[in-house]
């Protein structure tokens, strides 16, 4: 009895030092699980060839919104009633990019599929992980983001999503939060998802102004779009106000009016307050909000851990603060619970915004 307890705690405190195995990939890089160790390759080509390089630019904006566009391509509701509810994260977007680049709550998300189809191709990794990976691997290039997590194995088939399952940014927050709700999203995790409106521009609400921007950083994963998106709206940019859009707080910047809403309505409010200035905290439900997001329609179990693989992304190097010309009385504070956080602001002129480049 003795022995097998020295044997069992000497095993134990074996299991405990030996360092985890790894499989070692090209390049000398590591990872969990050898299987893992062609997405290095993807990434490879990927950052030089799709990103420019490792950038946060307008590749890295469509392919985080695209991340999205073909997840939540799911609802419950719809199979409850009998009907097929999409496949969620499942690459159905790209294909069935004839069926579904022609939804309205799509439009322009064909040039970032286009785009990517051939490095999935030529990768031979399916068309729902690859999508969620390249959102994964852009989203690394932003400073001030998480490092997501990235699971592989979605299968490589799927079927055309339902129309009407992609929010507007017309659309009420009531039914936002219904149908995010449908797809397994809280009202808070709703707010928390937007965080990717930091590191986002727009080309289709208005026409006249693509790559007009939500905040005033979009190549930096920070709480600016929080901040911005609060502050009294009195610049109305481009052709005017489109369907969907909101007067804007900053030359050169638009601001949608489902991030106008959901800014300031009490079911939205204080999660939207709250990620502010509190990076960490920002960039943990981000994380928490996206890892759902990349596995909806899919049975995580099934999948395999290849976290490890994504970079990890620089820090910011600057605290939160308004935009130079603005002060706490232009803030239209809504989250009734906790007072507005006191922020300085910029130094200079009044901010005005650049366009994000076309590539
Ligand atoms: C309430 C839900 C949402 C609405 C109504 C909405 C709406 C929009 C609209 C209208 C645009 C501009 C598209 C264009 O004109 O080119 C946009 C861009 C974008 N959205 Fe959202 N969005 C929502 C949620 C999300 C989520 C959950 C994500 C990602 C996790 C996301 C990521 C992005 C990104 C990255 C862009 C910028 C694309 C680019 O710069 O090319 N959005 N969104
Ligand atoms: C995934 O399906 C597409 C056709 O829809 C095909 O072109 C591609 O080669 C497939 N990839 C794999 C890994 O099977």
Known sequence: MFNLSVALLSLAIFAAAAPPRL?????GRTTAHAACCKWFDVMDDIQANLFDGGECGEEMHESLRLTFHDAIGFSPALFRQGKFGGGGADG????????ETVFHANNGIDGIV???????????????????????????NCPGAPRLEFLAGRANF??????????????????IIARMGDAGFSPAEIVDLLAS????????????????????????????????????????????????????????????????????????????????????????????????????GQVRSLLTDCSDVIPVPAALKKTPTLPAGK???????????????????????????APVPPS
């Open 23 to 27: 499989a070692t990939c090209s390049g």
């Open 92 to 99: 159905s977007i790209m294909h069935h990019a004839d069926i």
């Open 114 to 140: 286009e785009v990517q189809r051939p490095f999935a191709i030529k990768h031979g990794v399916s068309f729902g992980d690859f999508i969620q990976f390249a959102g994964a691997v852009g989203m690394s």
């Open 158 to 175: 799927s079927l055309p999503s339902p129309d009407l399952l992609v929010p507007e940014p017309s659309d009420s927050v009531t039914s």
């Open 197 to 296: 409106h930091s590191t986002a521009a727009q080309d289709h609400v208005d026409p006249t102004i693509p790559g007009h921007p939500f905040d005033s950083t979009p190549g930096q994963f920070d709480s600016n779009f929080f901040i911005e998106t609060l502050l009294k709206g009195d610049v109305i940019p481009g052709n005017g106000i489109n369907v969907g859009e909101a007067m804007s707080p900053l030359q050169g910047e638009v601001r949608l009016q489902s991030d106008a809403l959901l800014a300031r309505d009490p079911r939205t409010a204080c999660e939207w307050q709250s990620l502010i200035t509190d990076q960490a905290r920002l960039q943990s439900r981000f994380r928490a909000a996206m890892a759902k997001l990349a596995t909806l």
């Open 327 to 353: 002060t706490m009385a232009d803030i239209e504070a809504a989250c009734k619970a906790t007072p507005f956080p006191s922020l300085s602001a910029d130094p200079g002129p009044p901010t005005s915004v």
